[in-house]
């Protein structure tokens, strides 16, 4: 089978190869698919810079949509030959971005949801759900999303509009209609939005998640609630122990929650629910979407499909 993975450790564009590998074998508990779309994340760029380091080679991909070709021991409740979604391990020599992947973690996936918006769900939605229930959020409280155009943003905003909160967004032009629709306050990024936030808010928000990658923005968070405490980061680890702010990663808060995935795809699929796709890319065309990935400008989800 065809797989992306790395041999070394380095920048993405420099360690990543599309190579021929044998089919992984599913272990006890594990089944394998025949994958038909992958979800990119700077999570396998990270990877490849030696987070979670351990045996080369390693493969990338770590969301999969697919069709079940082959189970392991002790796996019950699925049938070969069934369409699932699901998160990929990523310590394995190959991962999603492969012809054939393992999961350890699937759900069935509901026939309204095509691959490719099914790939775009589960780190989205794990990451966003730990972060706005570990934040706290609860009906009629005021919560802030920084980042609400990101795609742990995106579903962020509406988890936590589903749960009955008023939310103020921070985002761009791209999605600021679309958050809108969903039932959010859109304000701008950048110089006076601290201001901004609290004057829409009529004072302090009760709570603020970050959901954008690490821009230095965490200041100006903190300076949108009553306490530092209010404020939880998914991504800004370093300067959330400087200030105060909780954070909610590698060393942090929250409990890990994928069941909440299935949860979501049944919503996708029924139309209440969505992480937003920029693109998709065939697998032989990765070199472009790592590129667009990293230039942070992608605007959505990217998405290999095979």
């Not at 300067?239 to 590698?250: M, Q, T």
Request: proline share 7%; charged share 20%.
């Amino acid at each position: 089978m065809r797989t992306l993975r790395f041999h070394e450790y380095g920048a993405p564009l420099g360690v990543l190869t599309l190579e021929e590998a044998e089919p992984p074998t599913p272990g006890p508990g594990q089944i394998r698919v025949d994958v038909q779309a992958c979800g990119l994340n700077p999570a396998d760029w990270a990877l490849c810079d030696q987070l979670f380091a351990g045996d080369l080679p390693r493969g990338v991909g770590l969301e999969v949509a697919g069709t079940v070709d082959a189970l392991g021991d002790g796996v019950t409740g699925i049938e070969i030959g069934a369409d699932v979604l699901g998160p990929a391990p990523f310590t394995g020599p190959t991962a999603g971005a492969s012809g054939q992947a393992l999961l350890e973690v699937w759900f069935e996936r509901p026939p309204q949801l095509d691959p490719v918006r099914a790939a775009a769900l589960p780190m989205a939605v794990e990451t966003a759900y730990r972060g706005v229930d570990t934040l706290g959020v609860h009906a009629g409280a005021t919560v802030l999303v920084h980042g609400a155009g990101t795609t742990v943003g995106y579903a962020a905003t509406q988890i936590a509009v589903g749960r009955g909160a008023r939310v103020i967004a921070t985002a761009g032009e791209t999605h600021a209609d679309a958050l809108r629709a969903i039932g959010a306050e859109v304000t701008g990024y950048g110089d006076g939005m601290a201001e901004r936030v609290r004057e829409l808010a009529g004072g302090p928000v009760d709570l603020a998640l970050d959901a954008a990658p690490v821009s230095g923005a965490l200041p100006r968070l903190v300076a949108t609630v009553e306490t530092p405490k209010h404020v939880l980061t998914l991504s800004d680890f370093a300067a959330a122990r400087e200030l105060g702010v909780r954070f909610s990663g590698p060393g942090g808060e929250g409990v890990v929650r994928p069941e909440v995935i299935g949860e979501y795809a049944q919503l996708a699929a029924e139309g209440r629910f969505s992480v937003p796709v920029a693109r998709t890319f065939p697998l032989e065309d990765w070199r472009a979407a790592v590129e667009l990935s990293q230039s942070g400008r992608a605007r959505g989800k990217l998405v290999l499909v095979l």
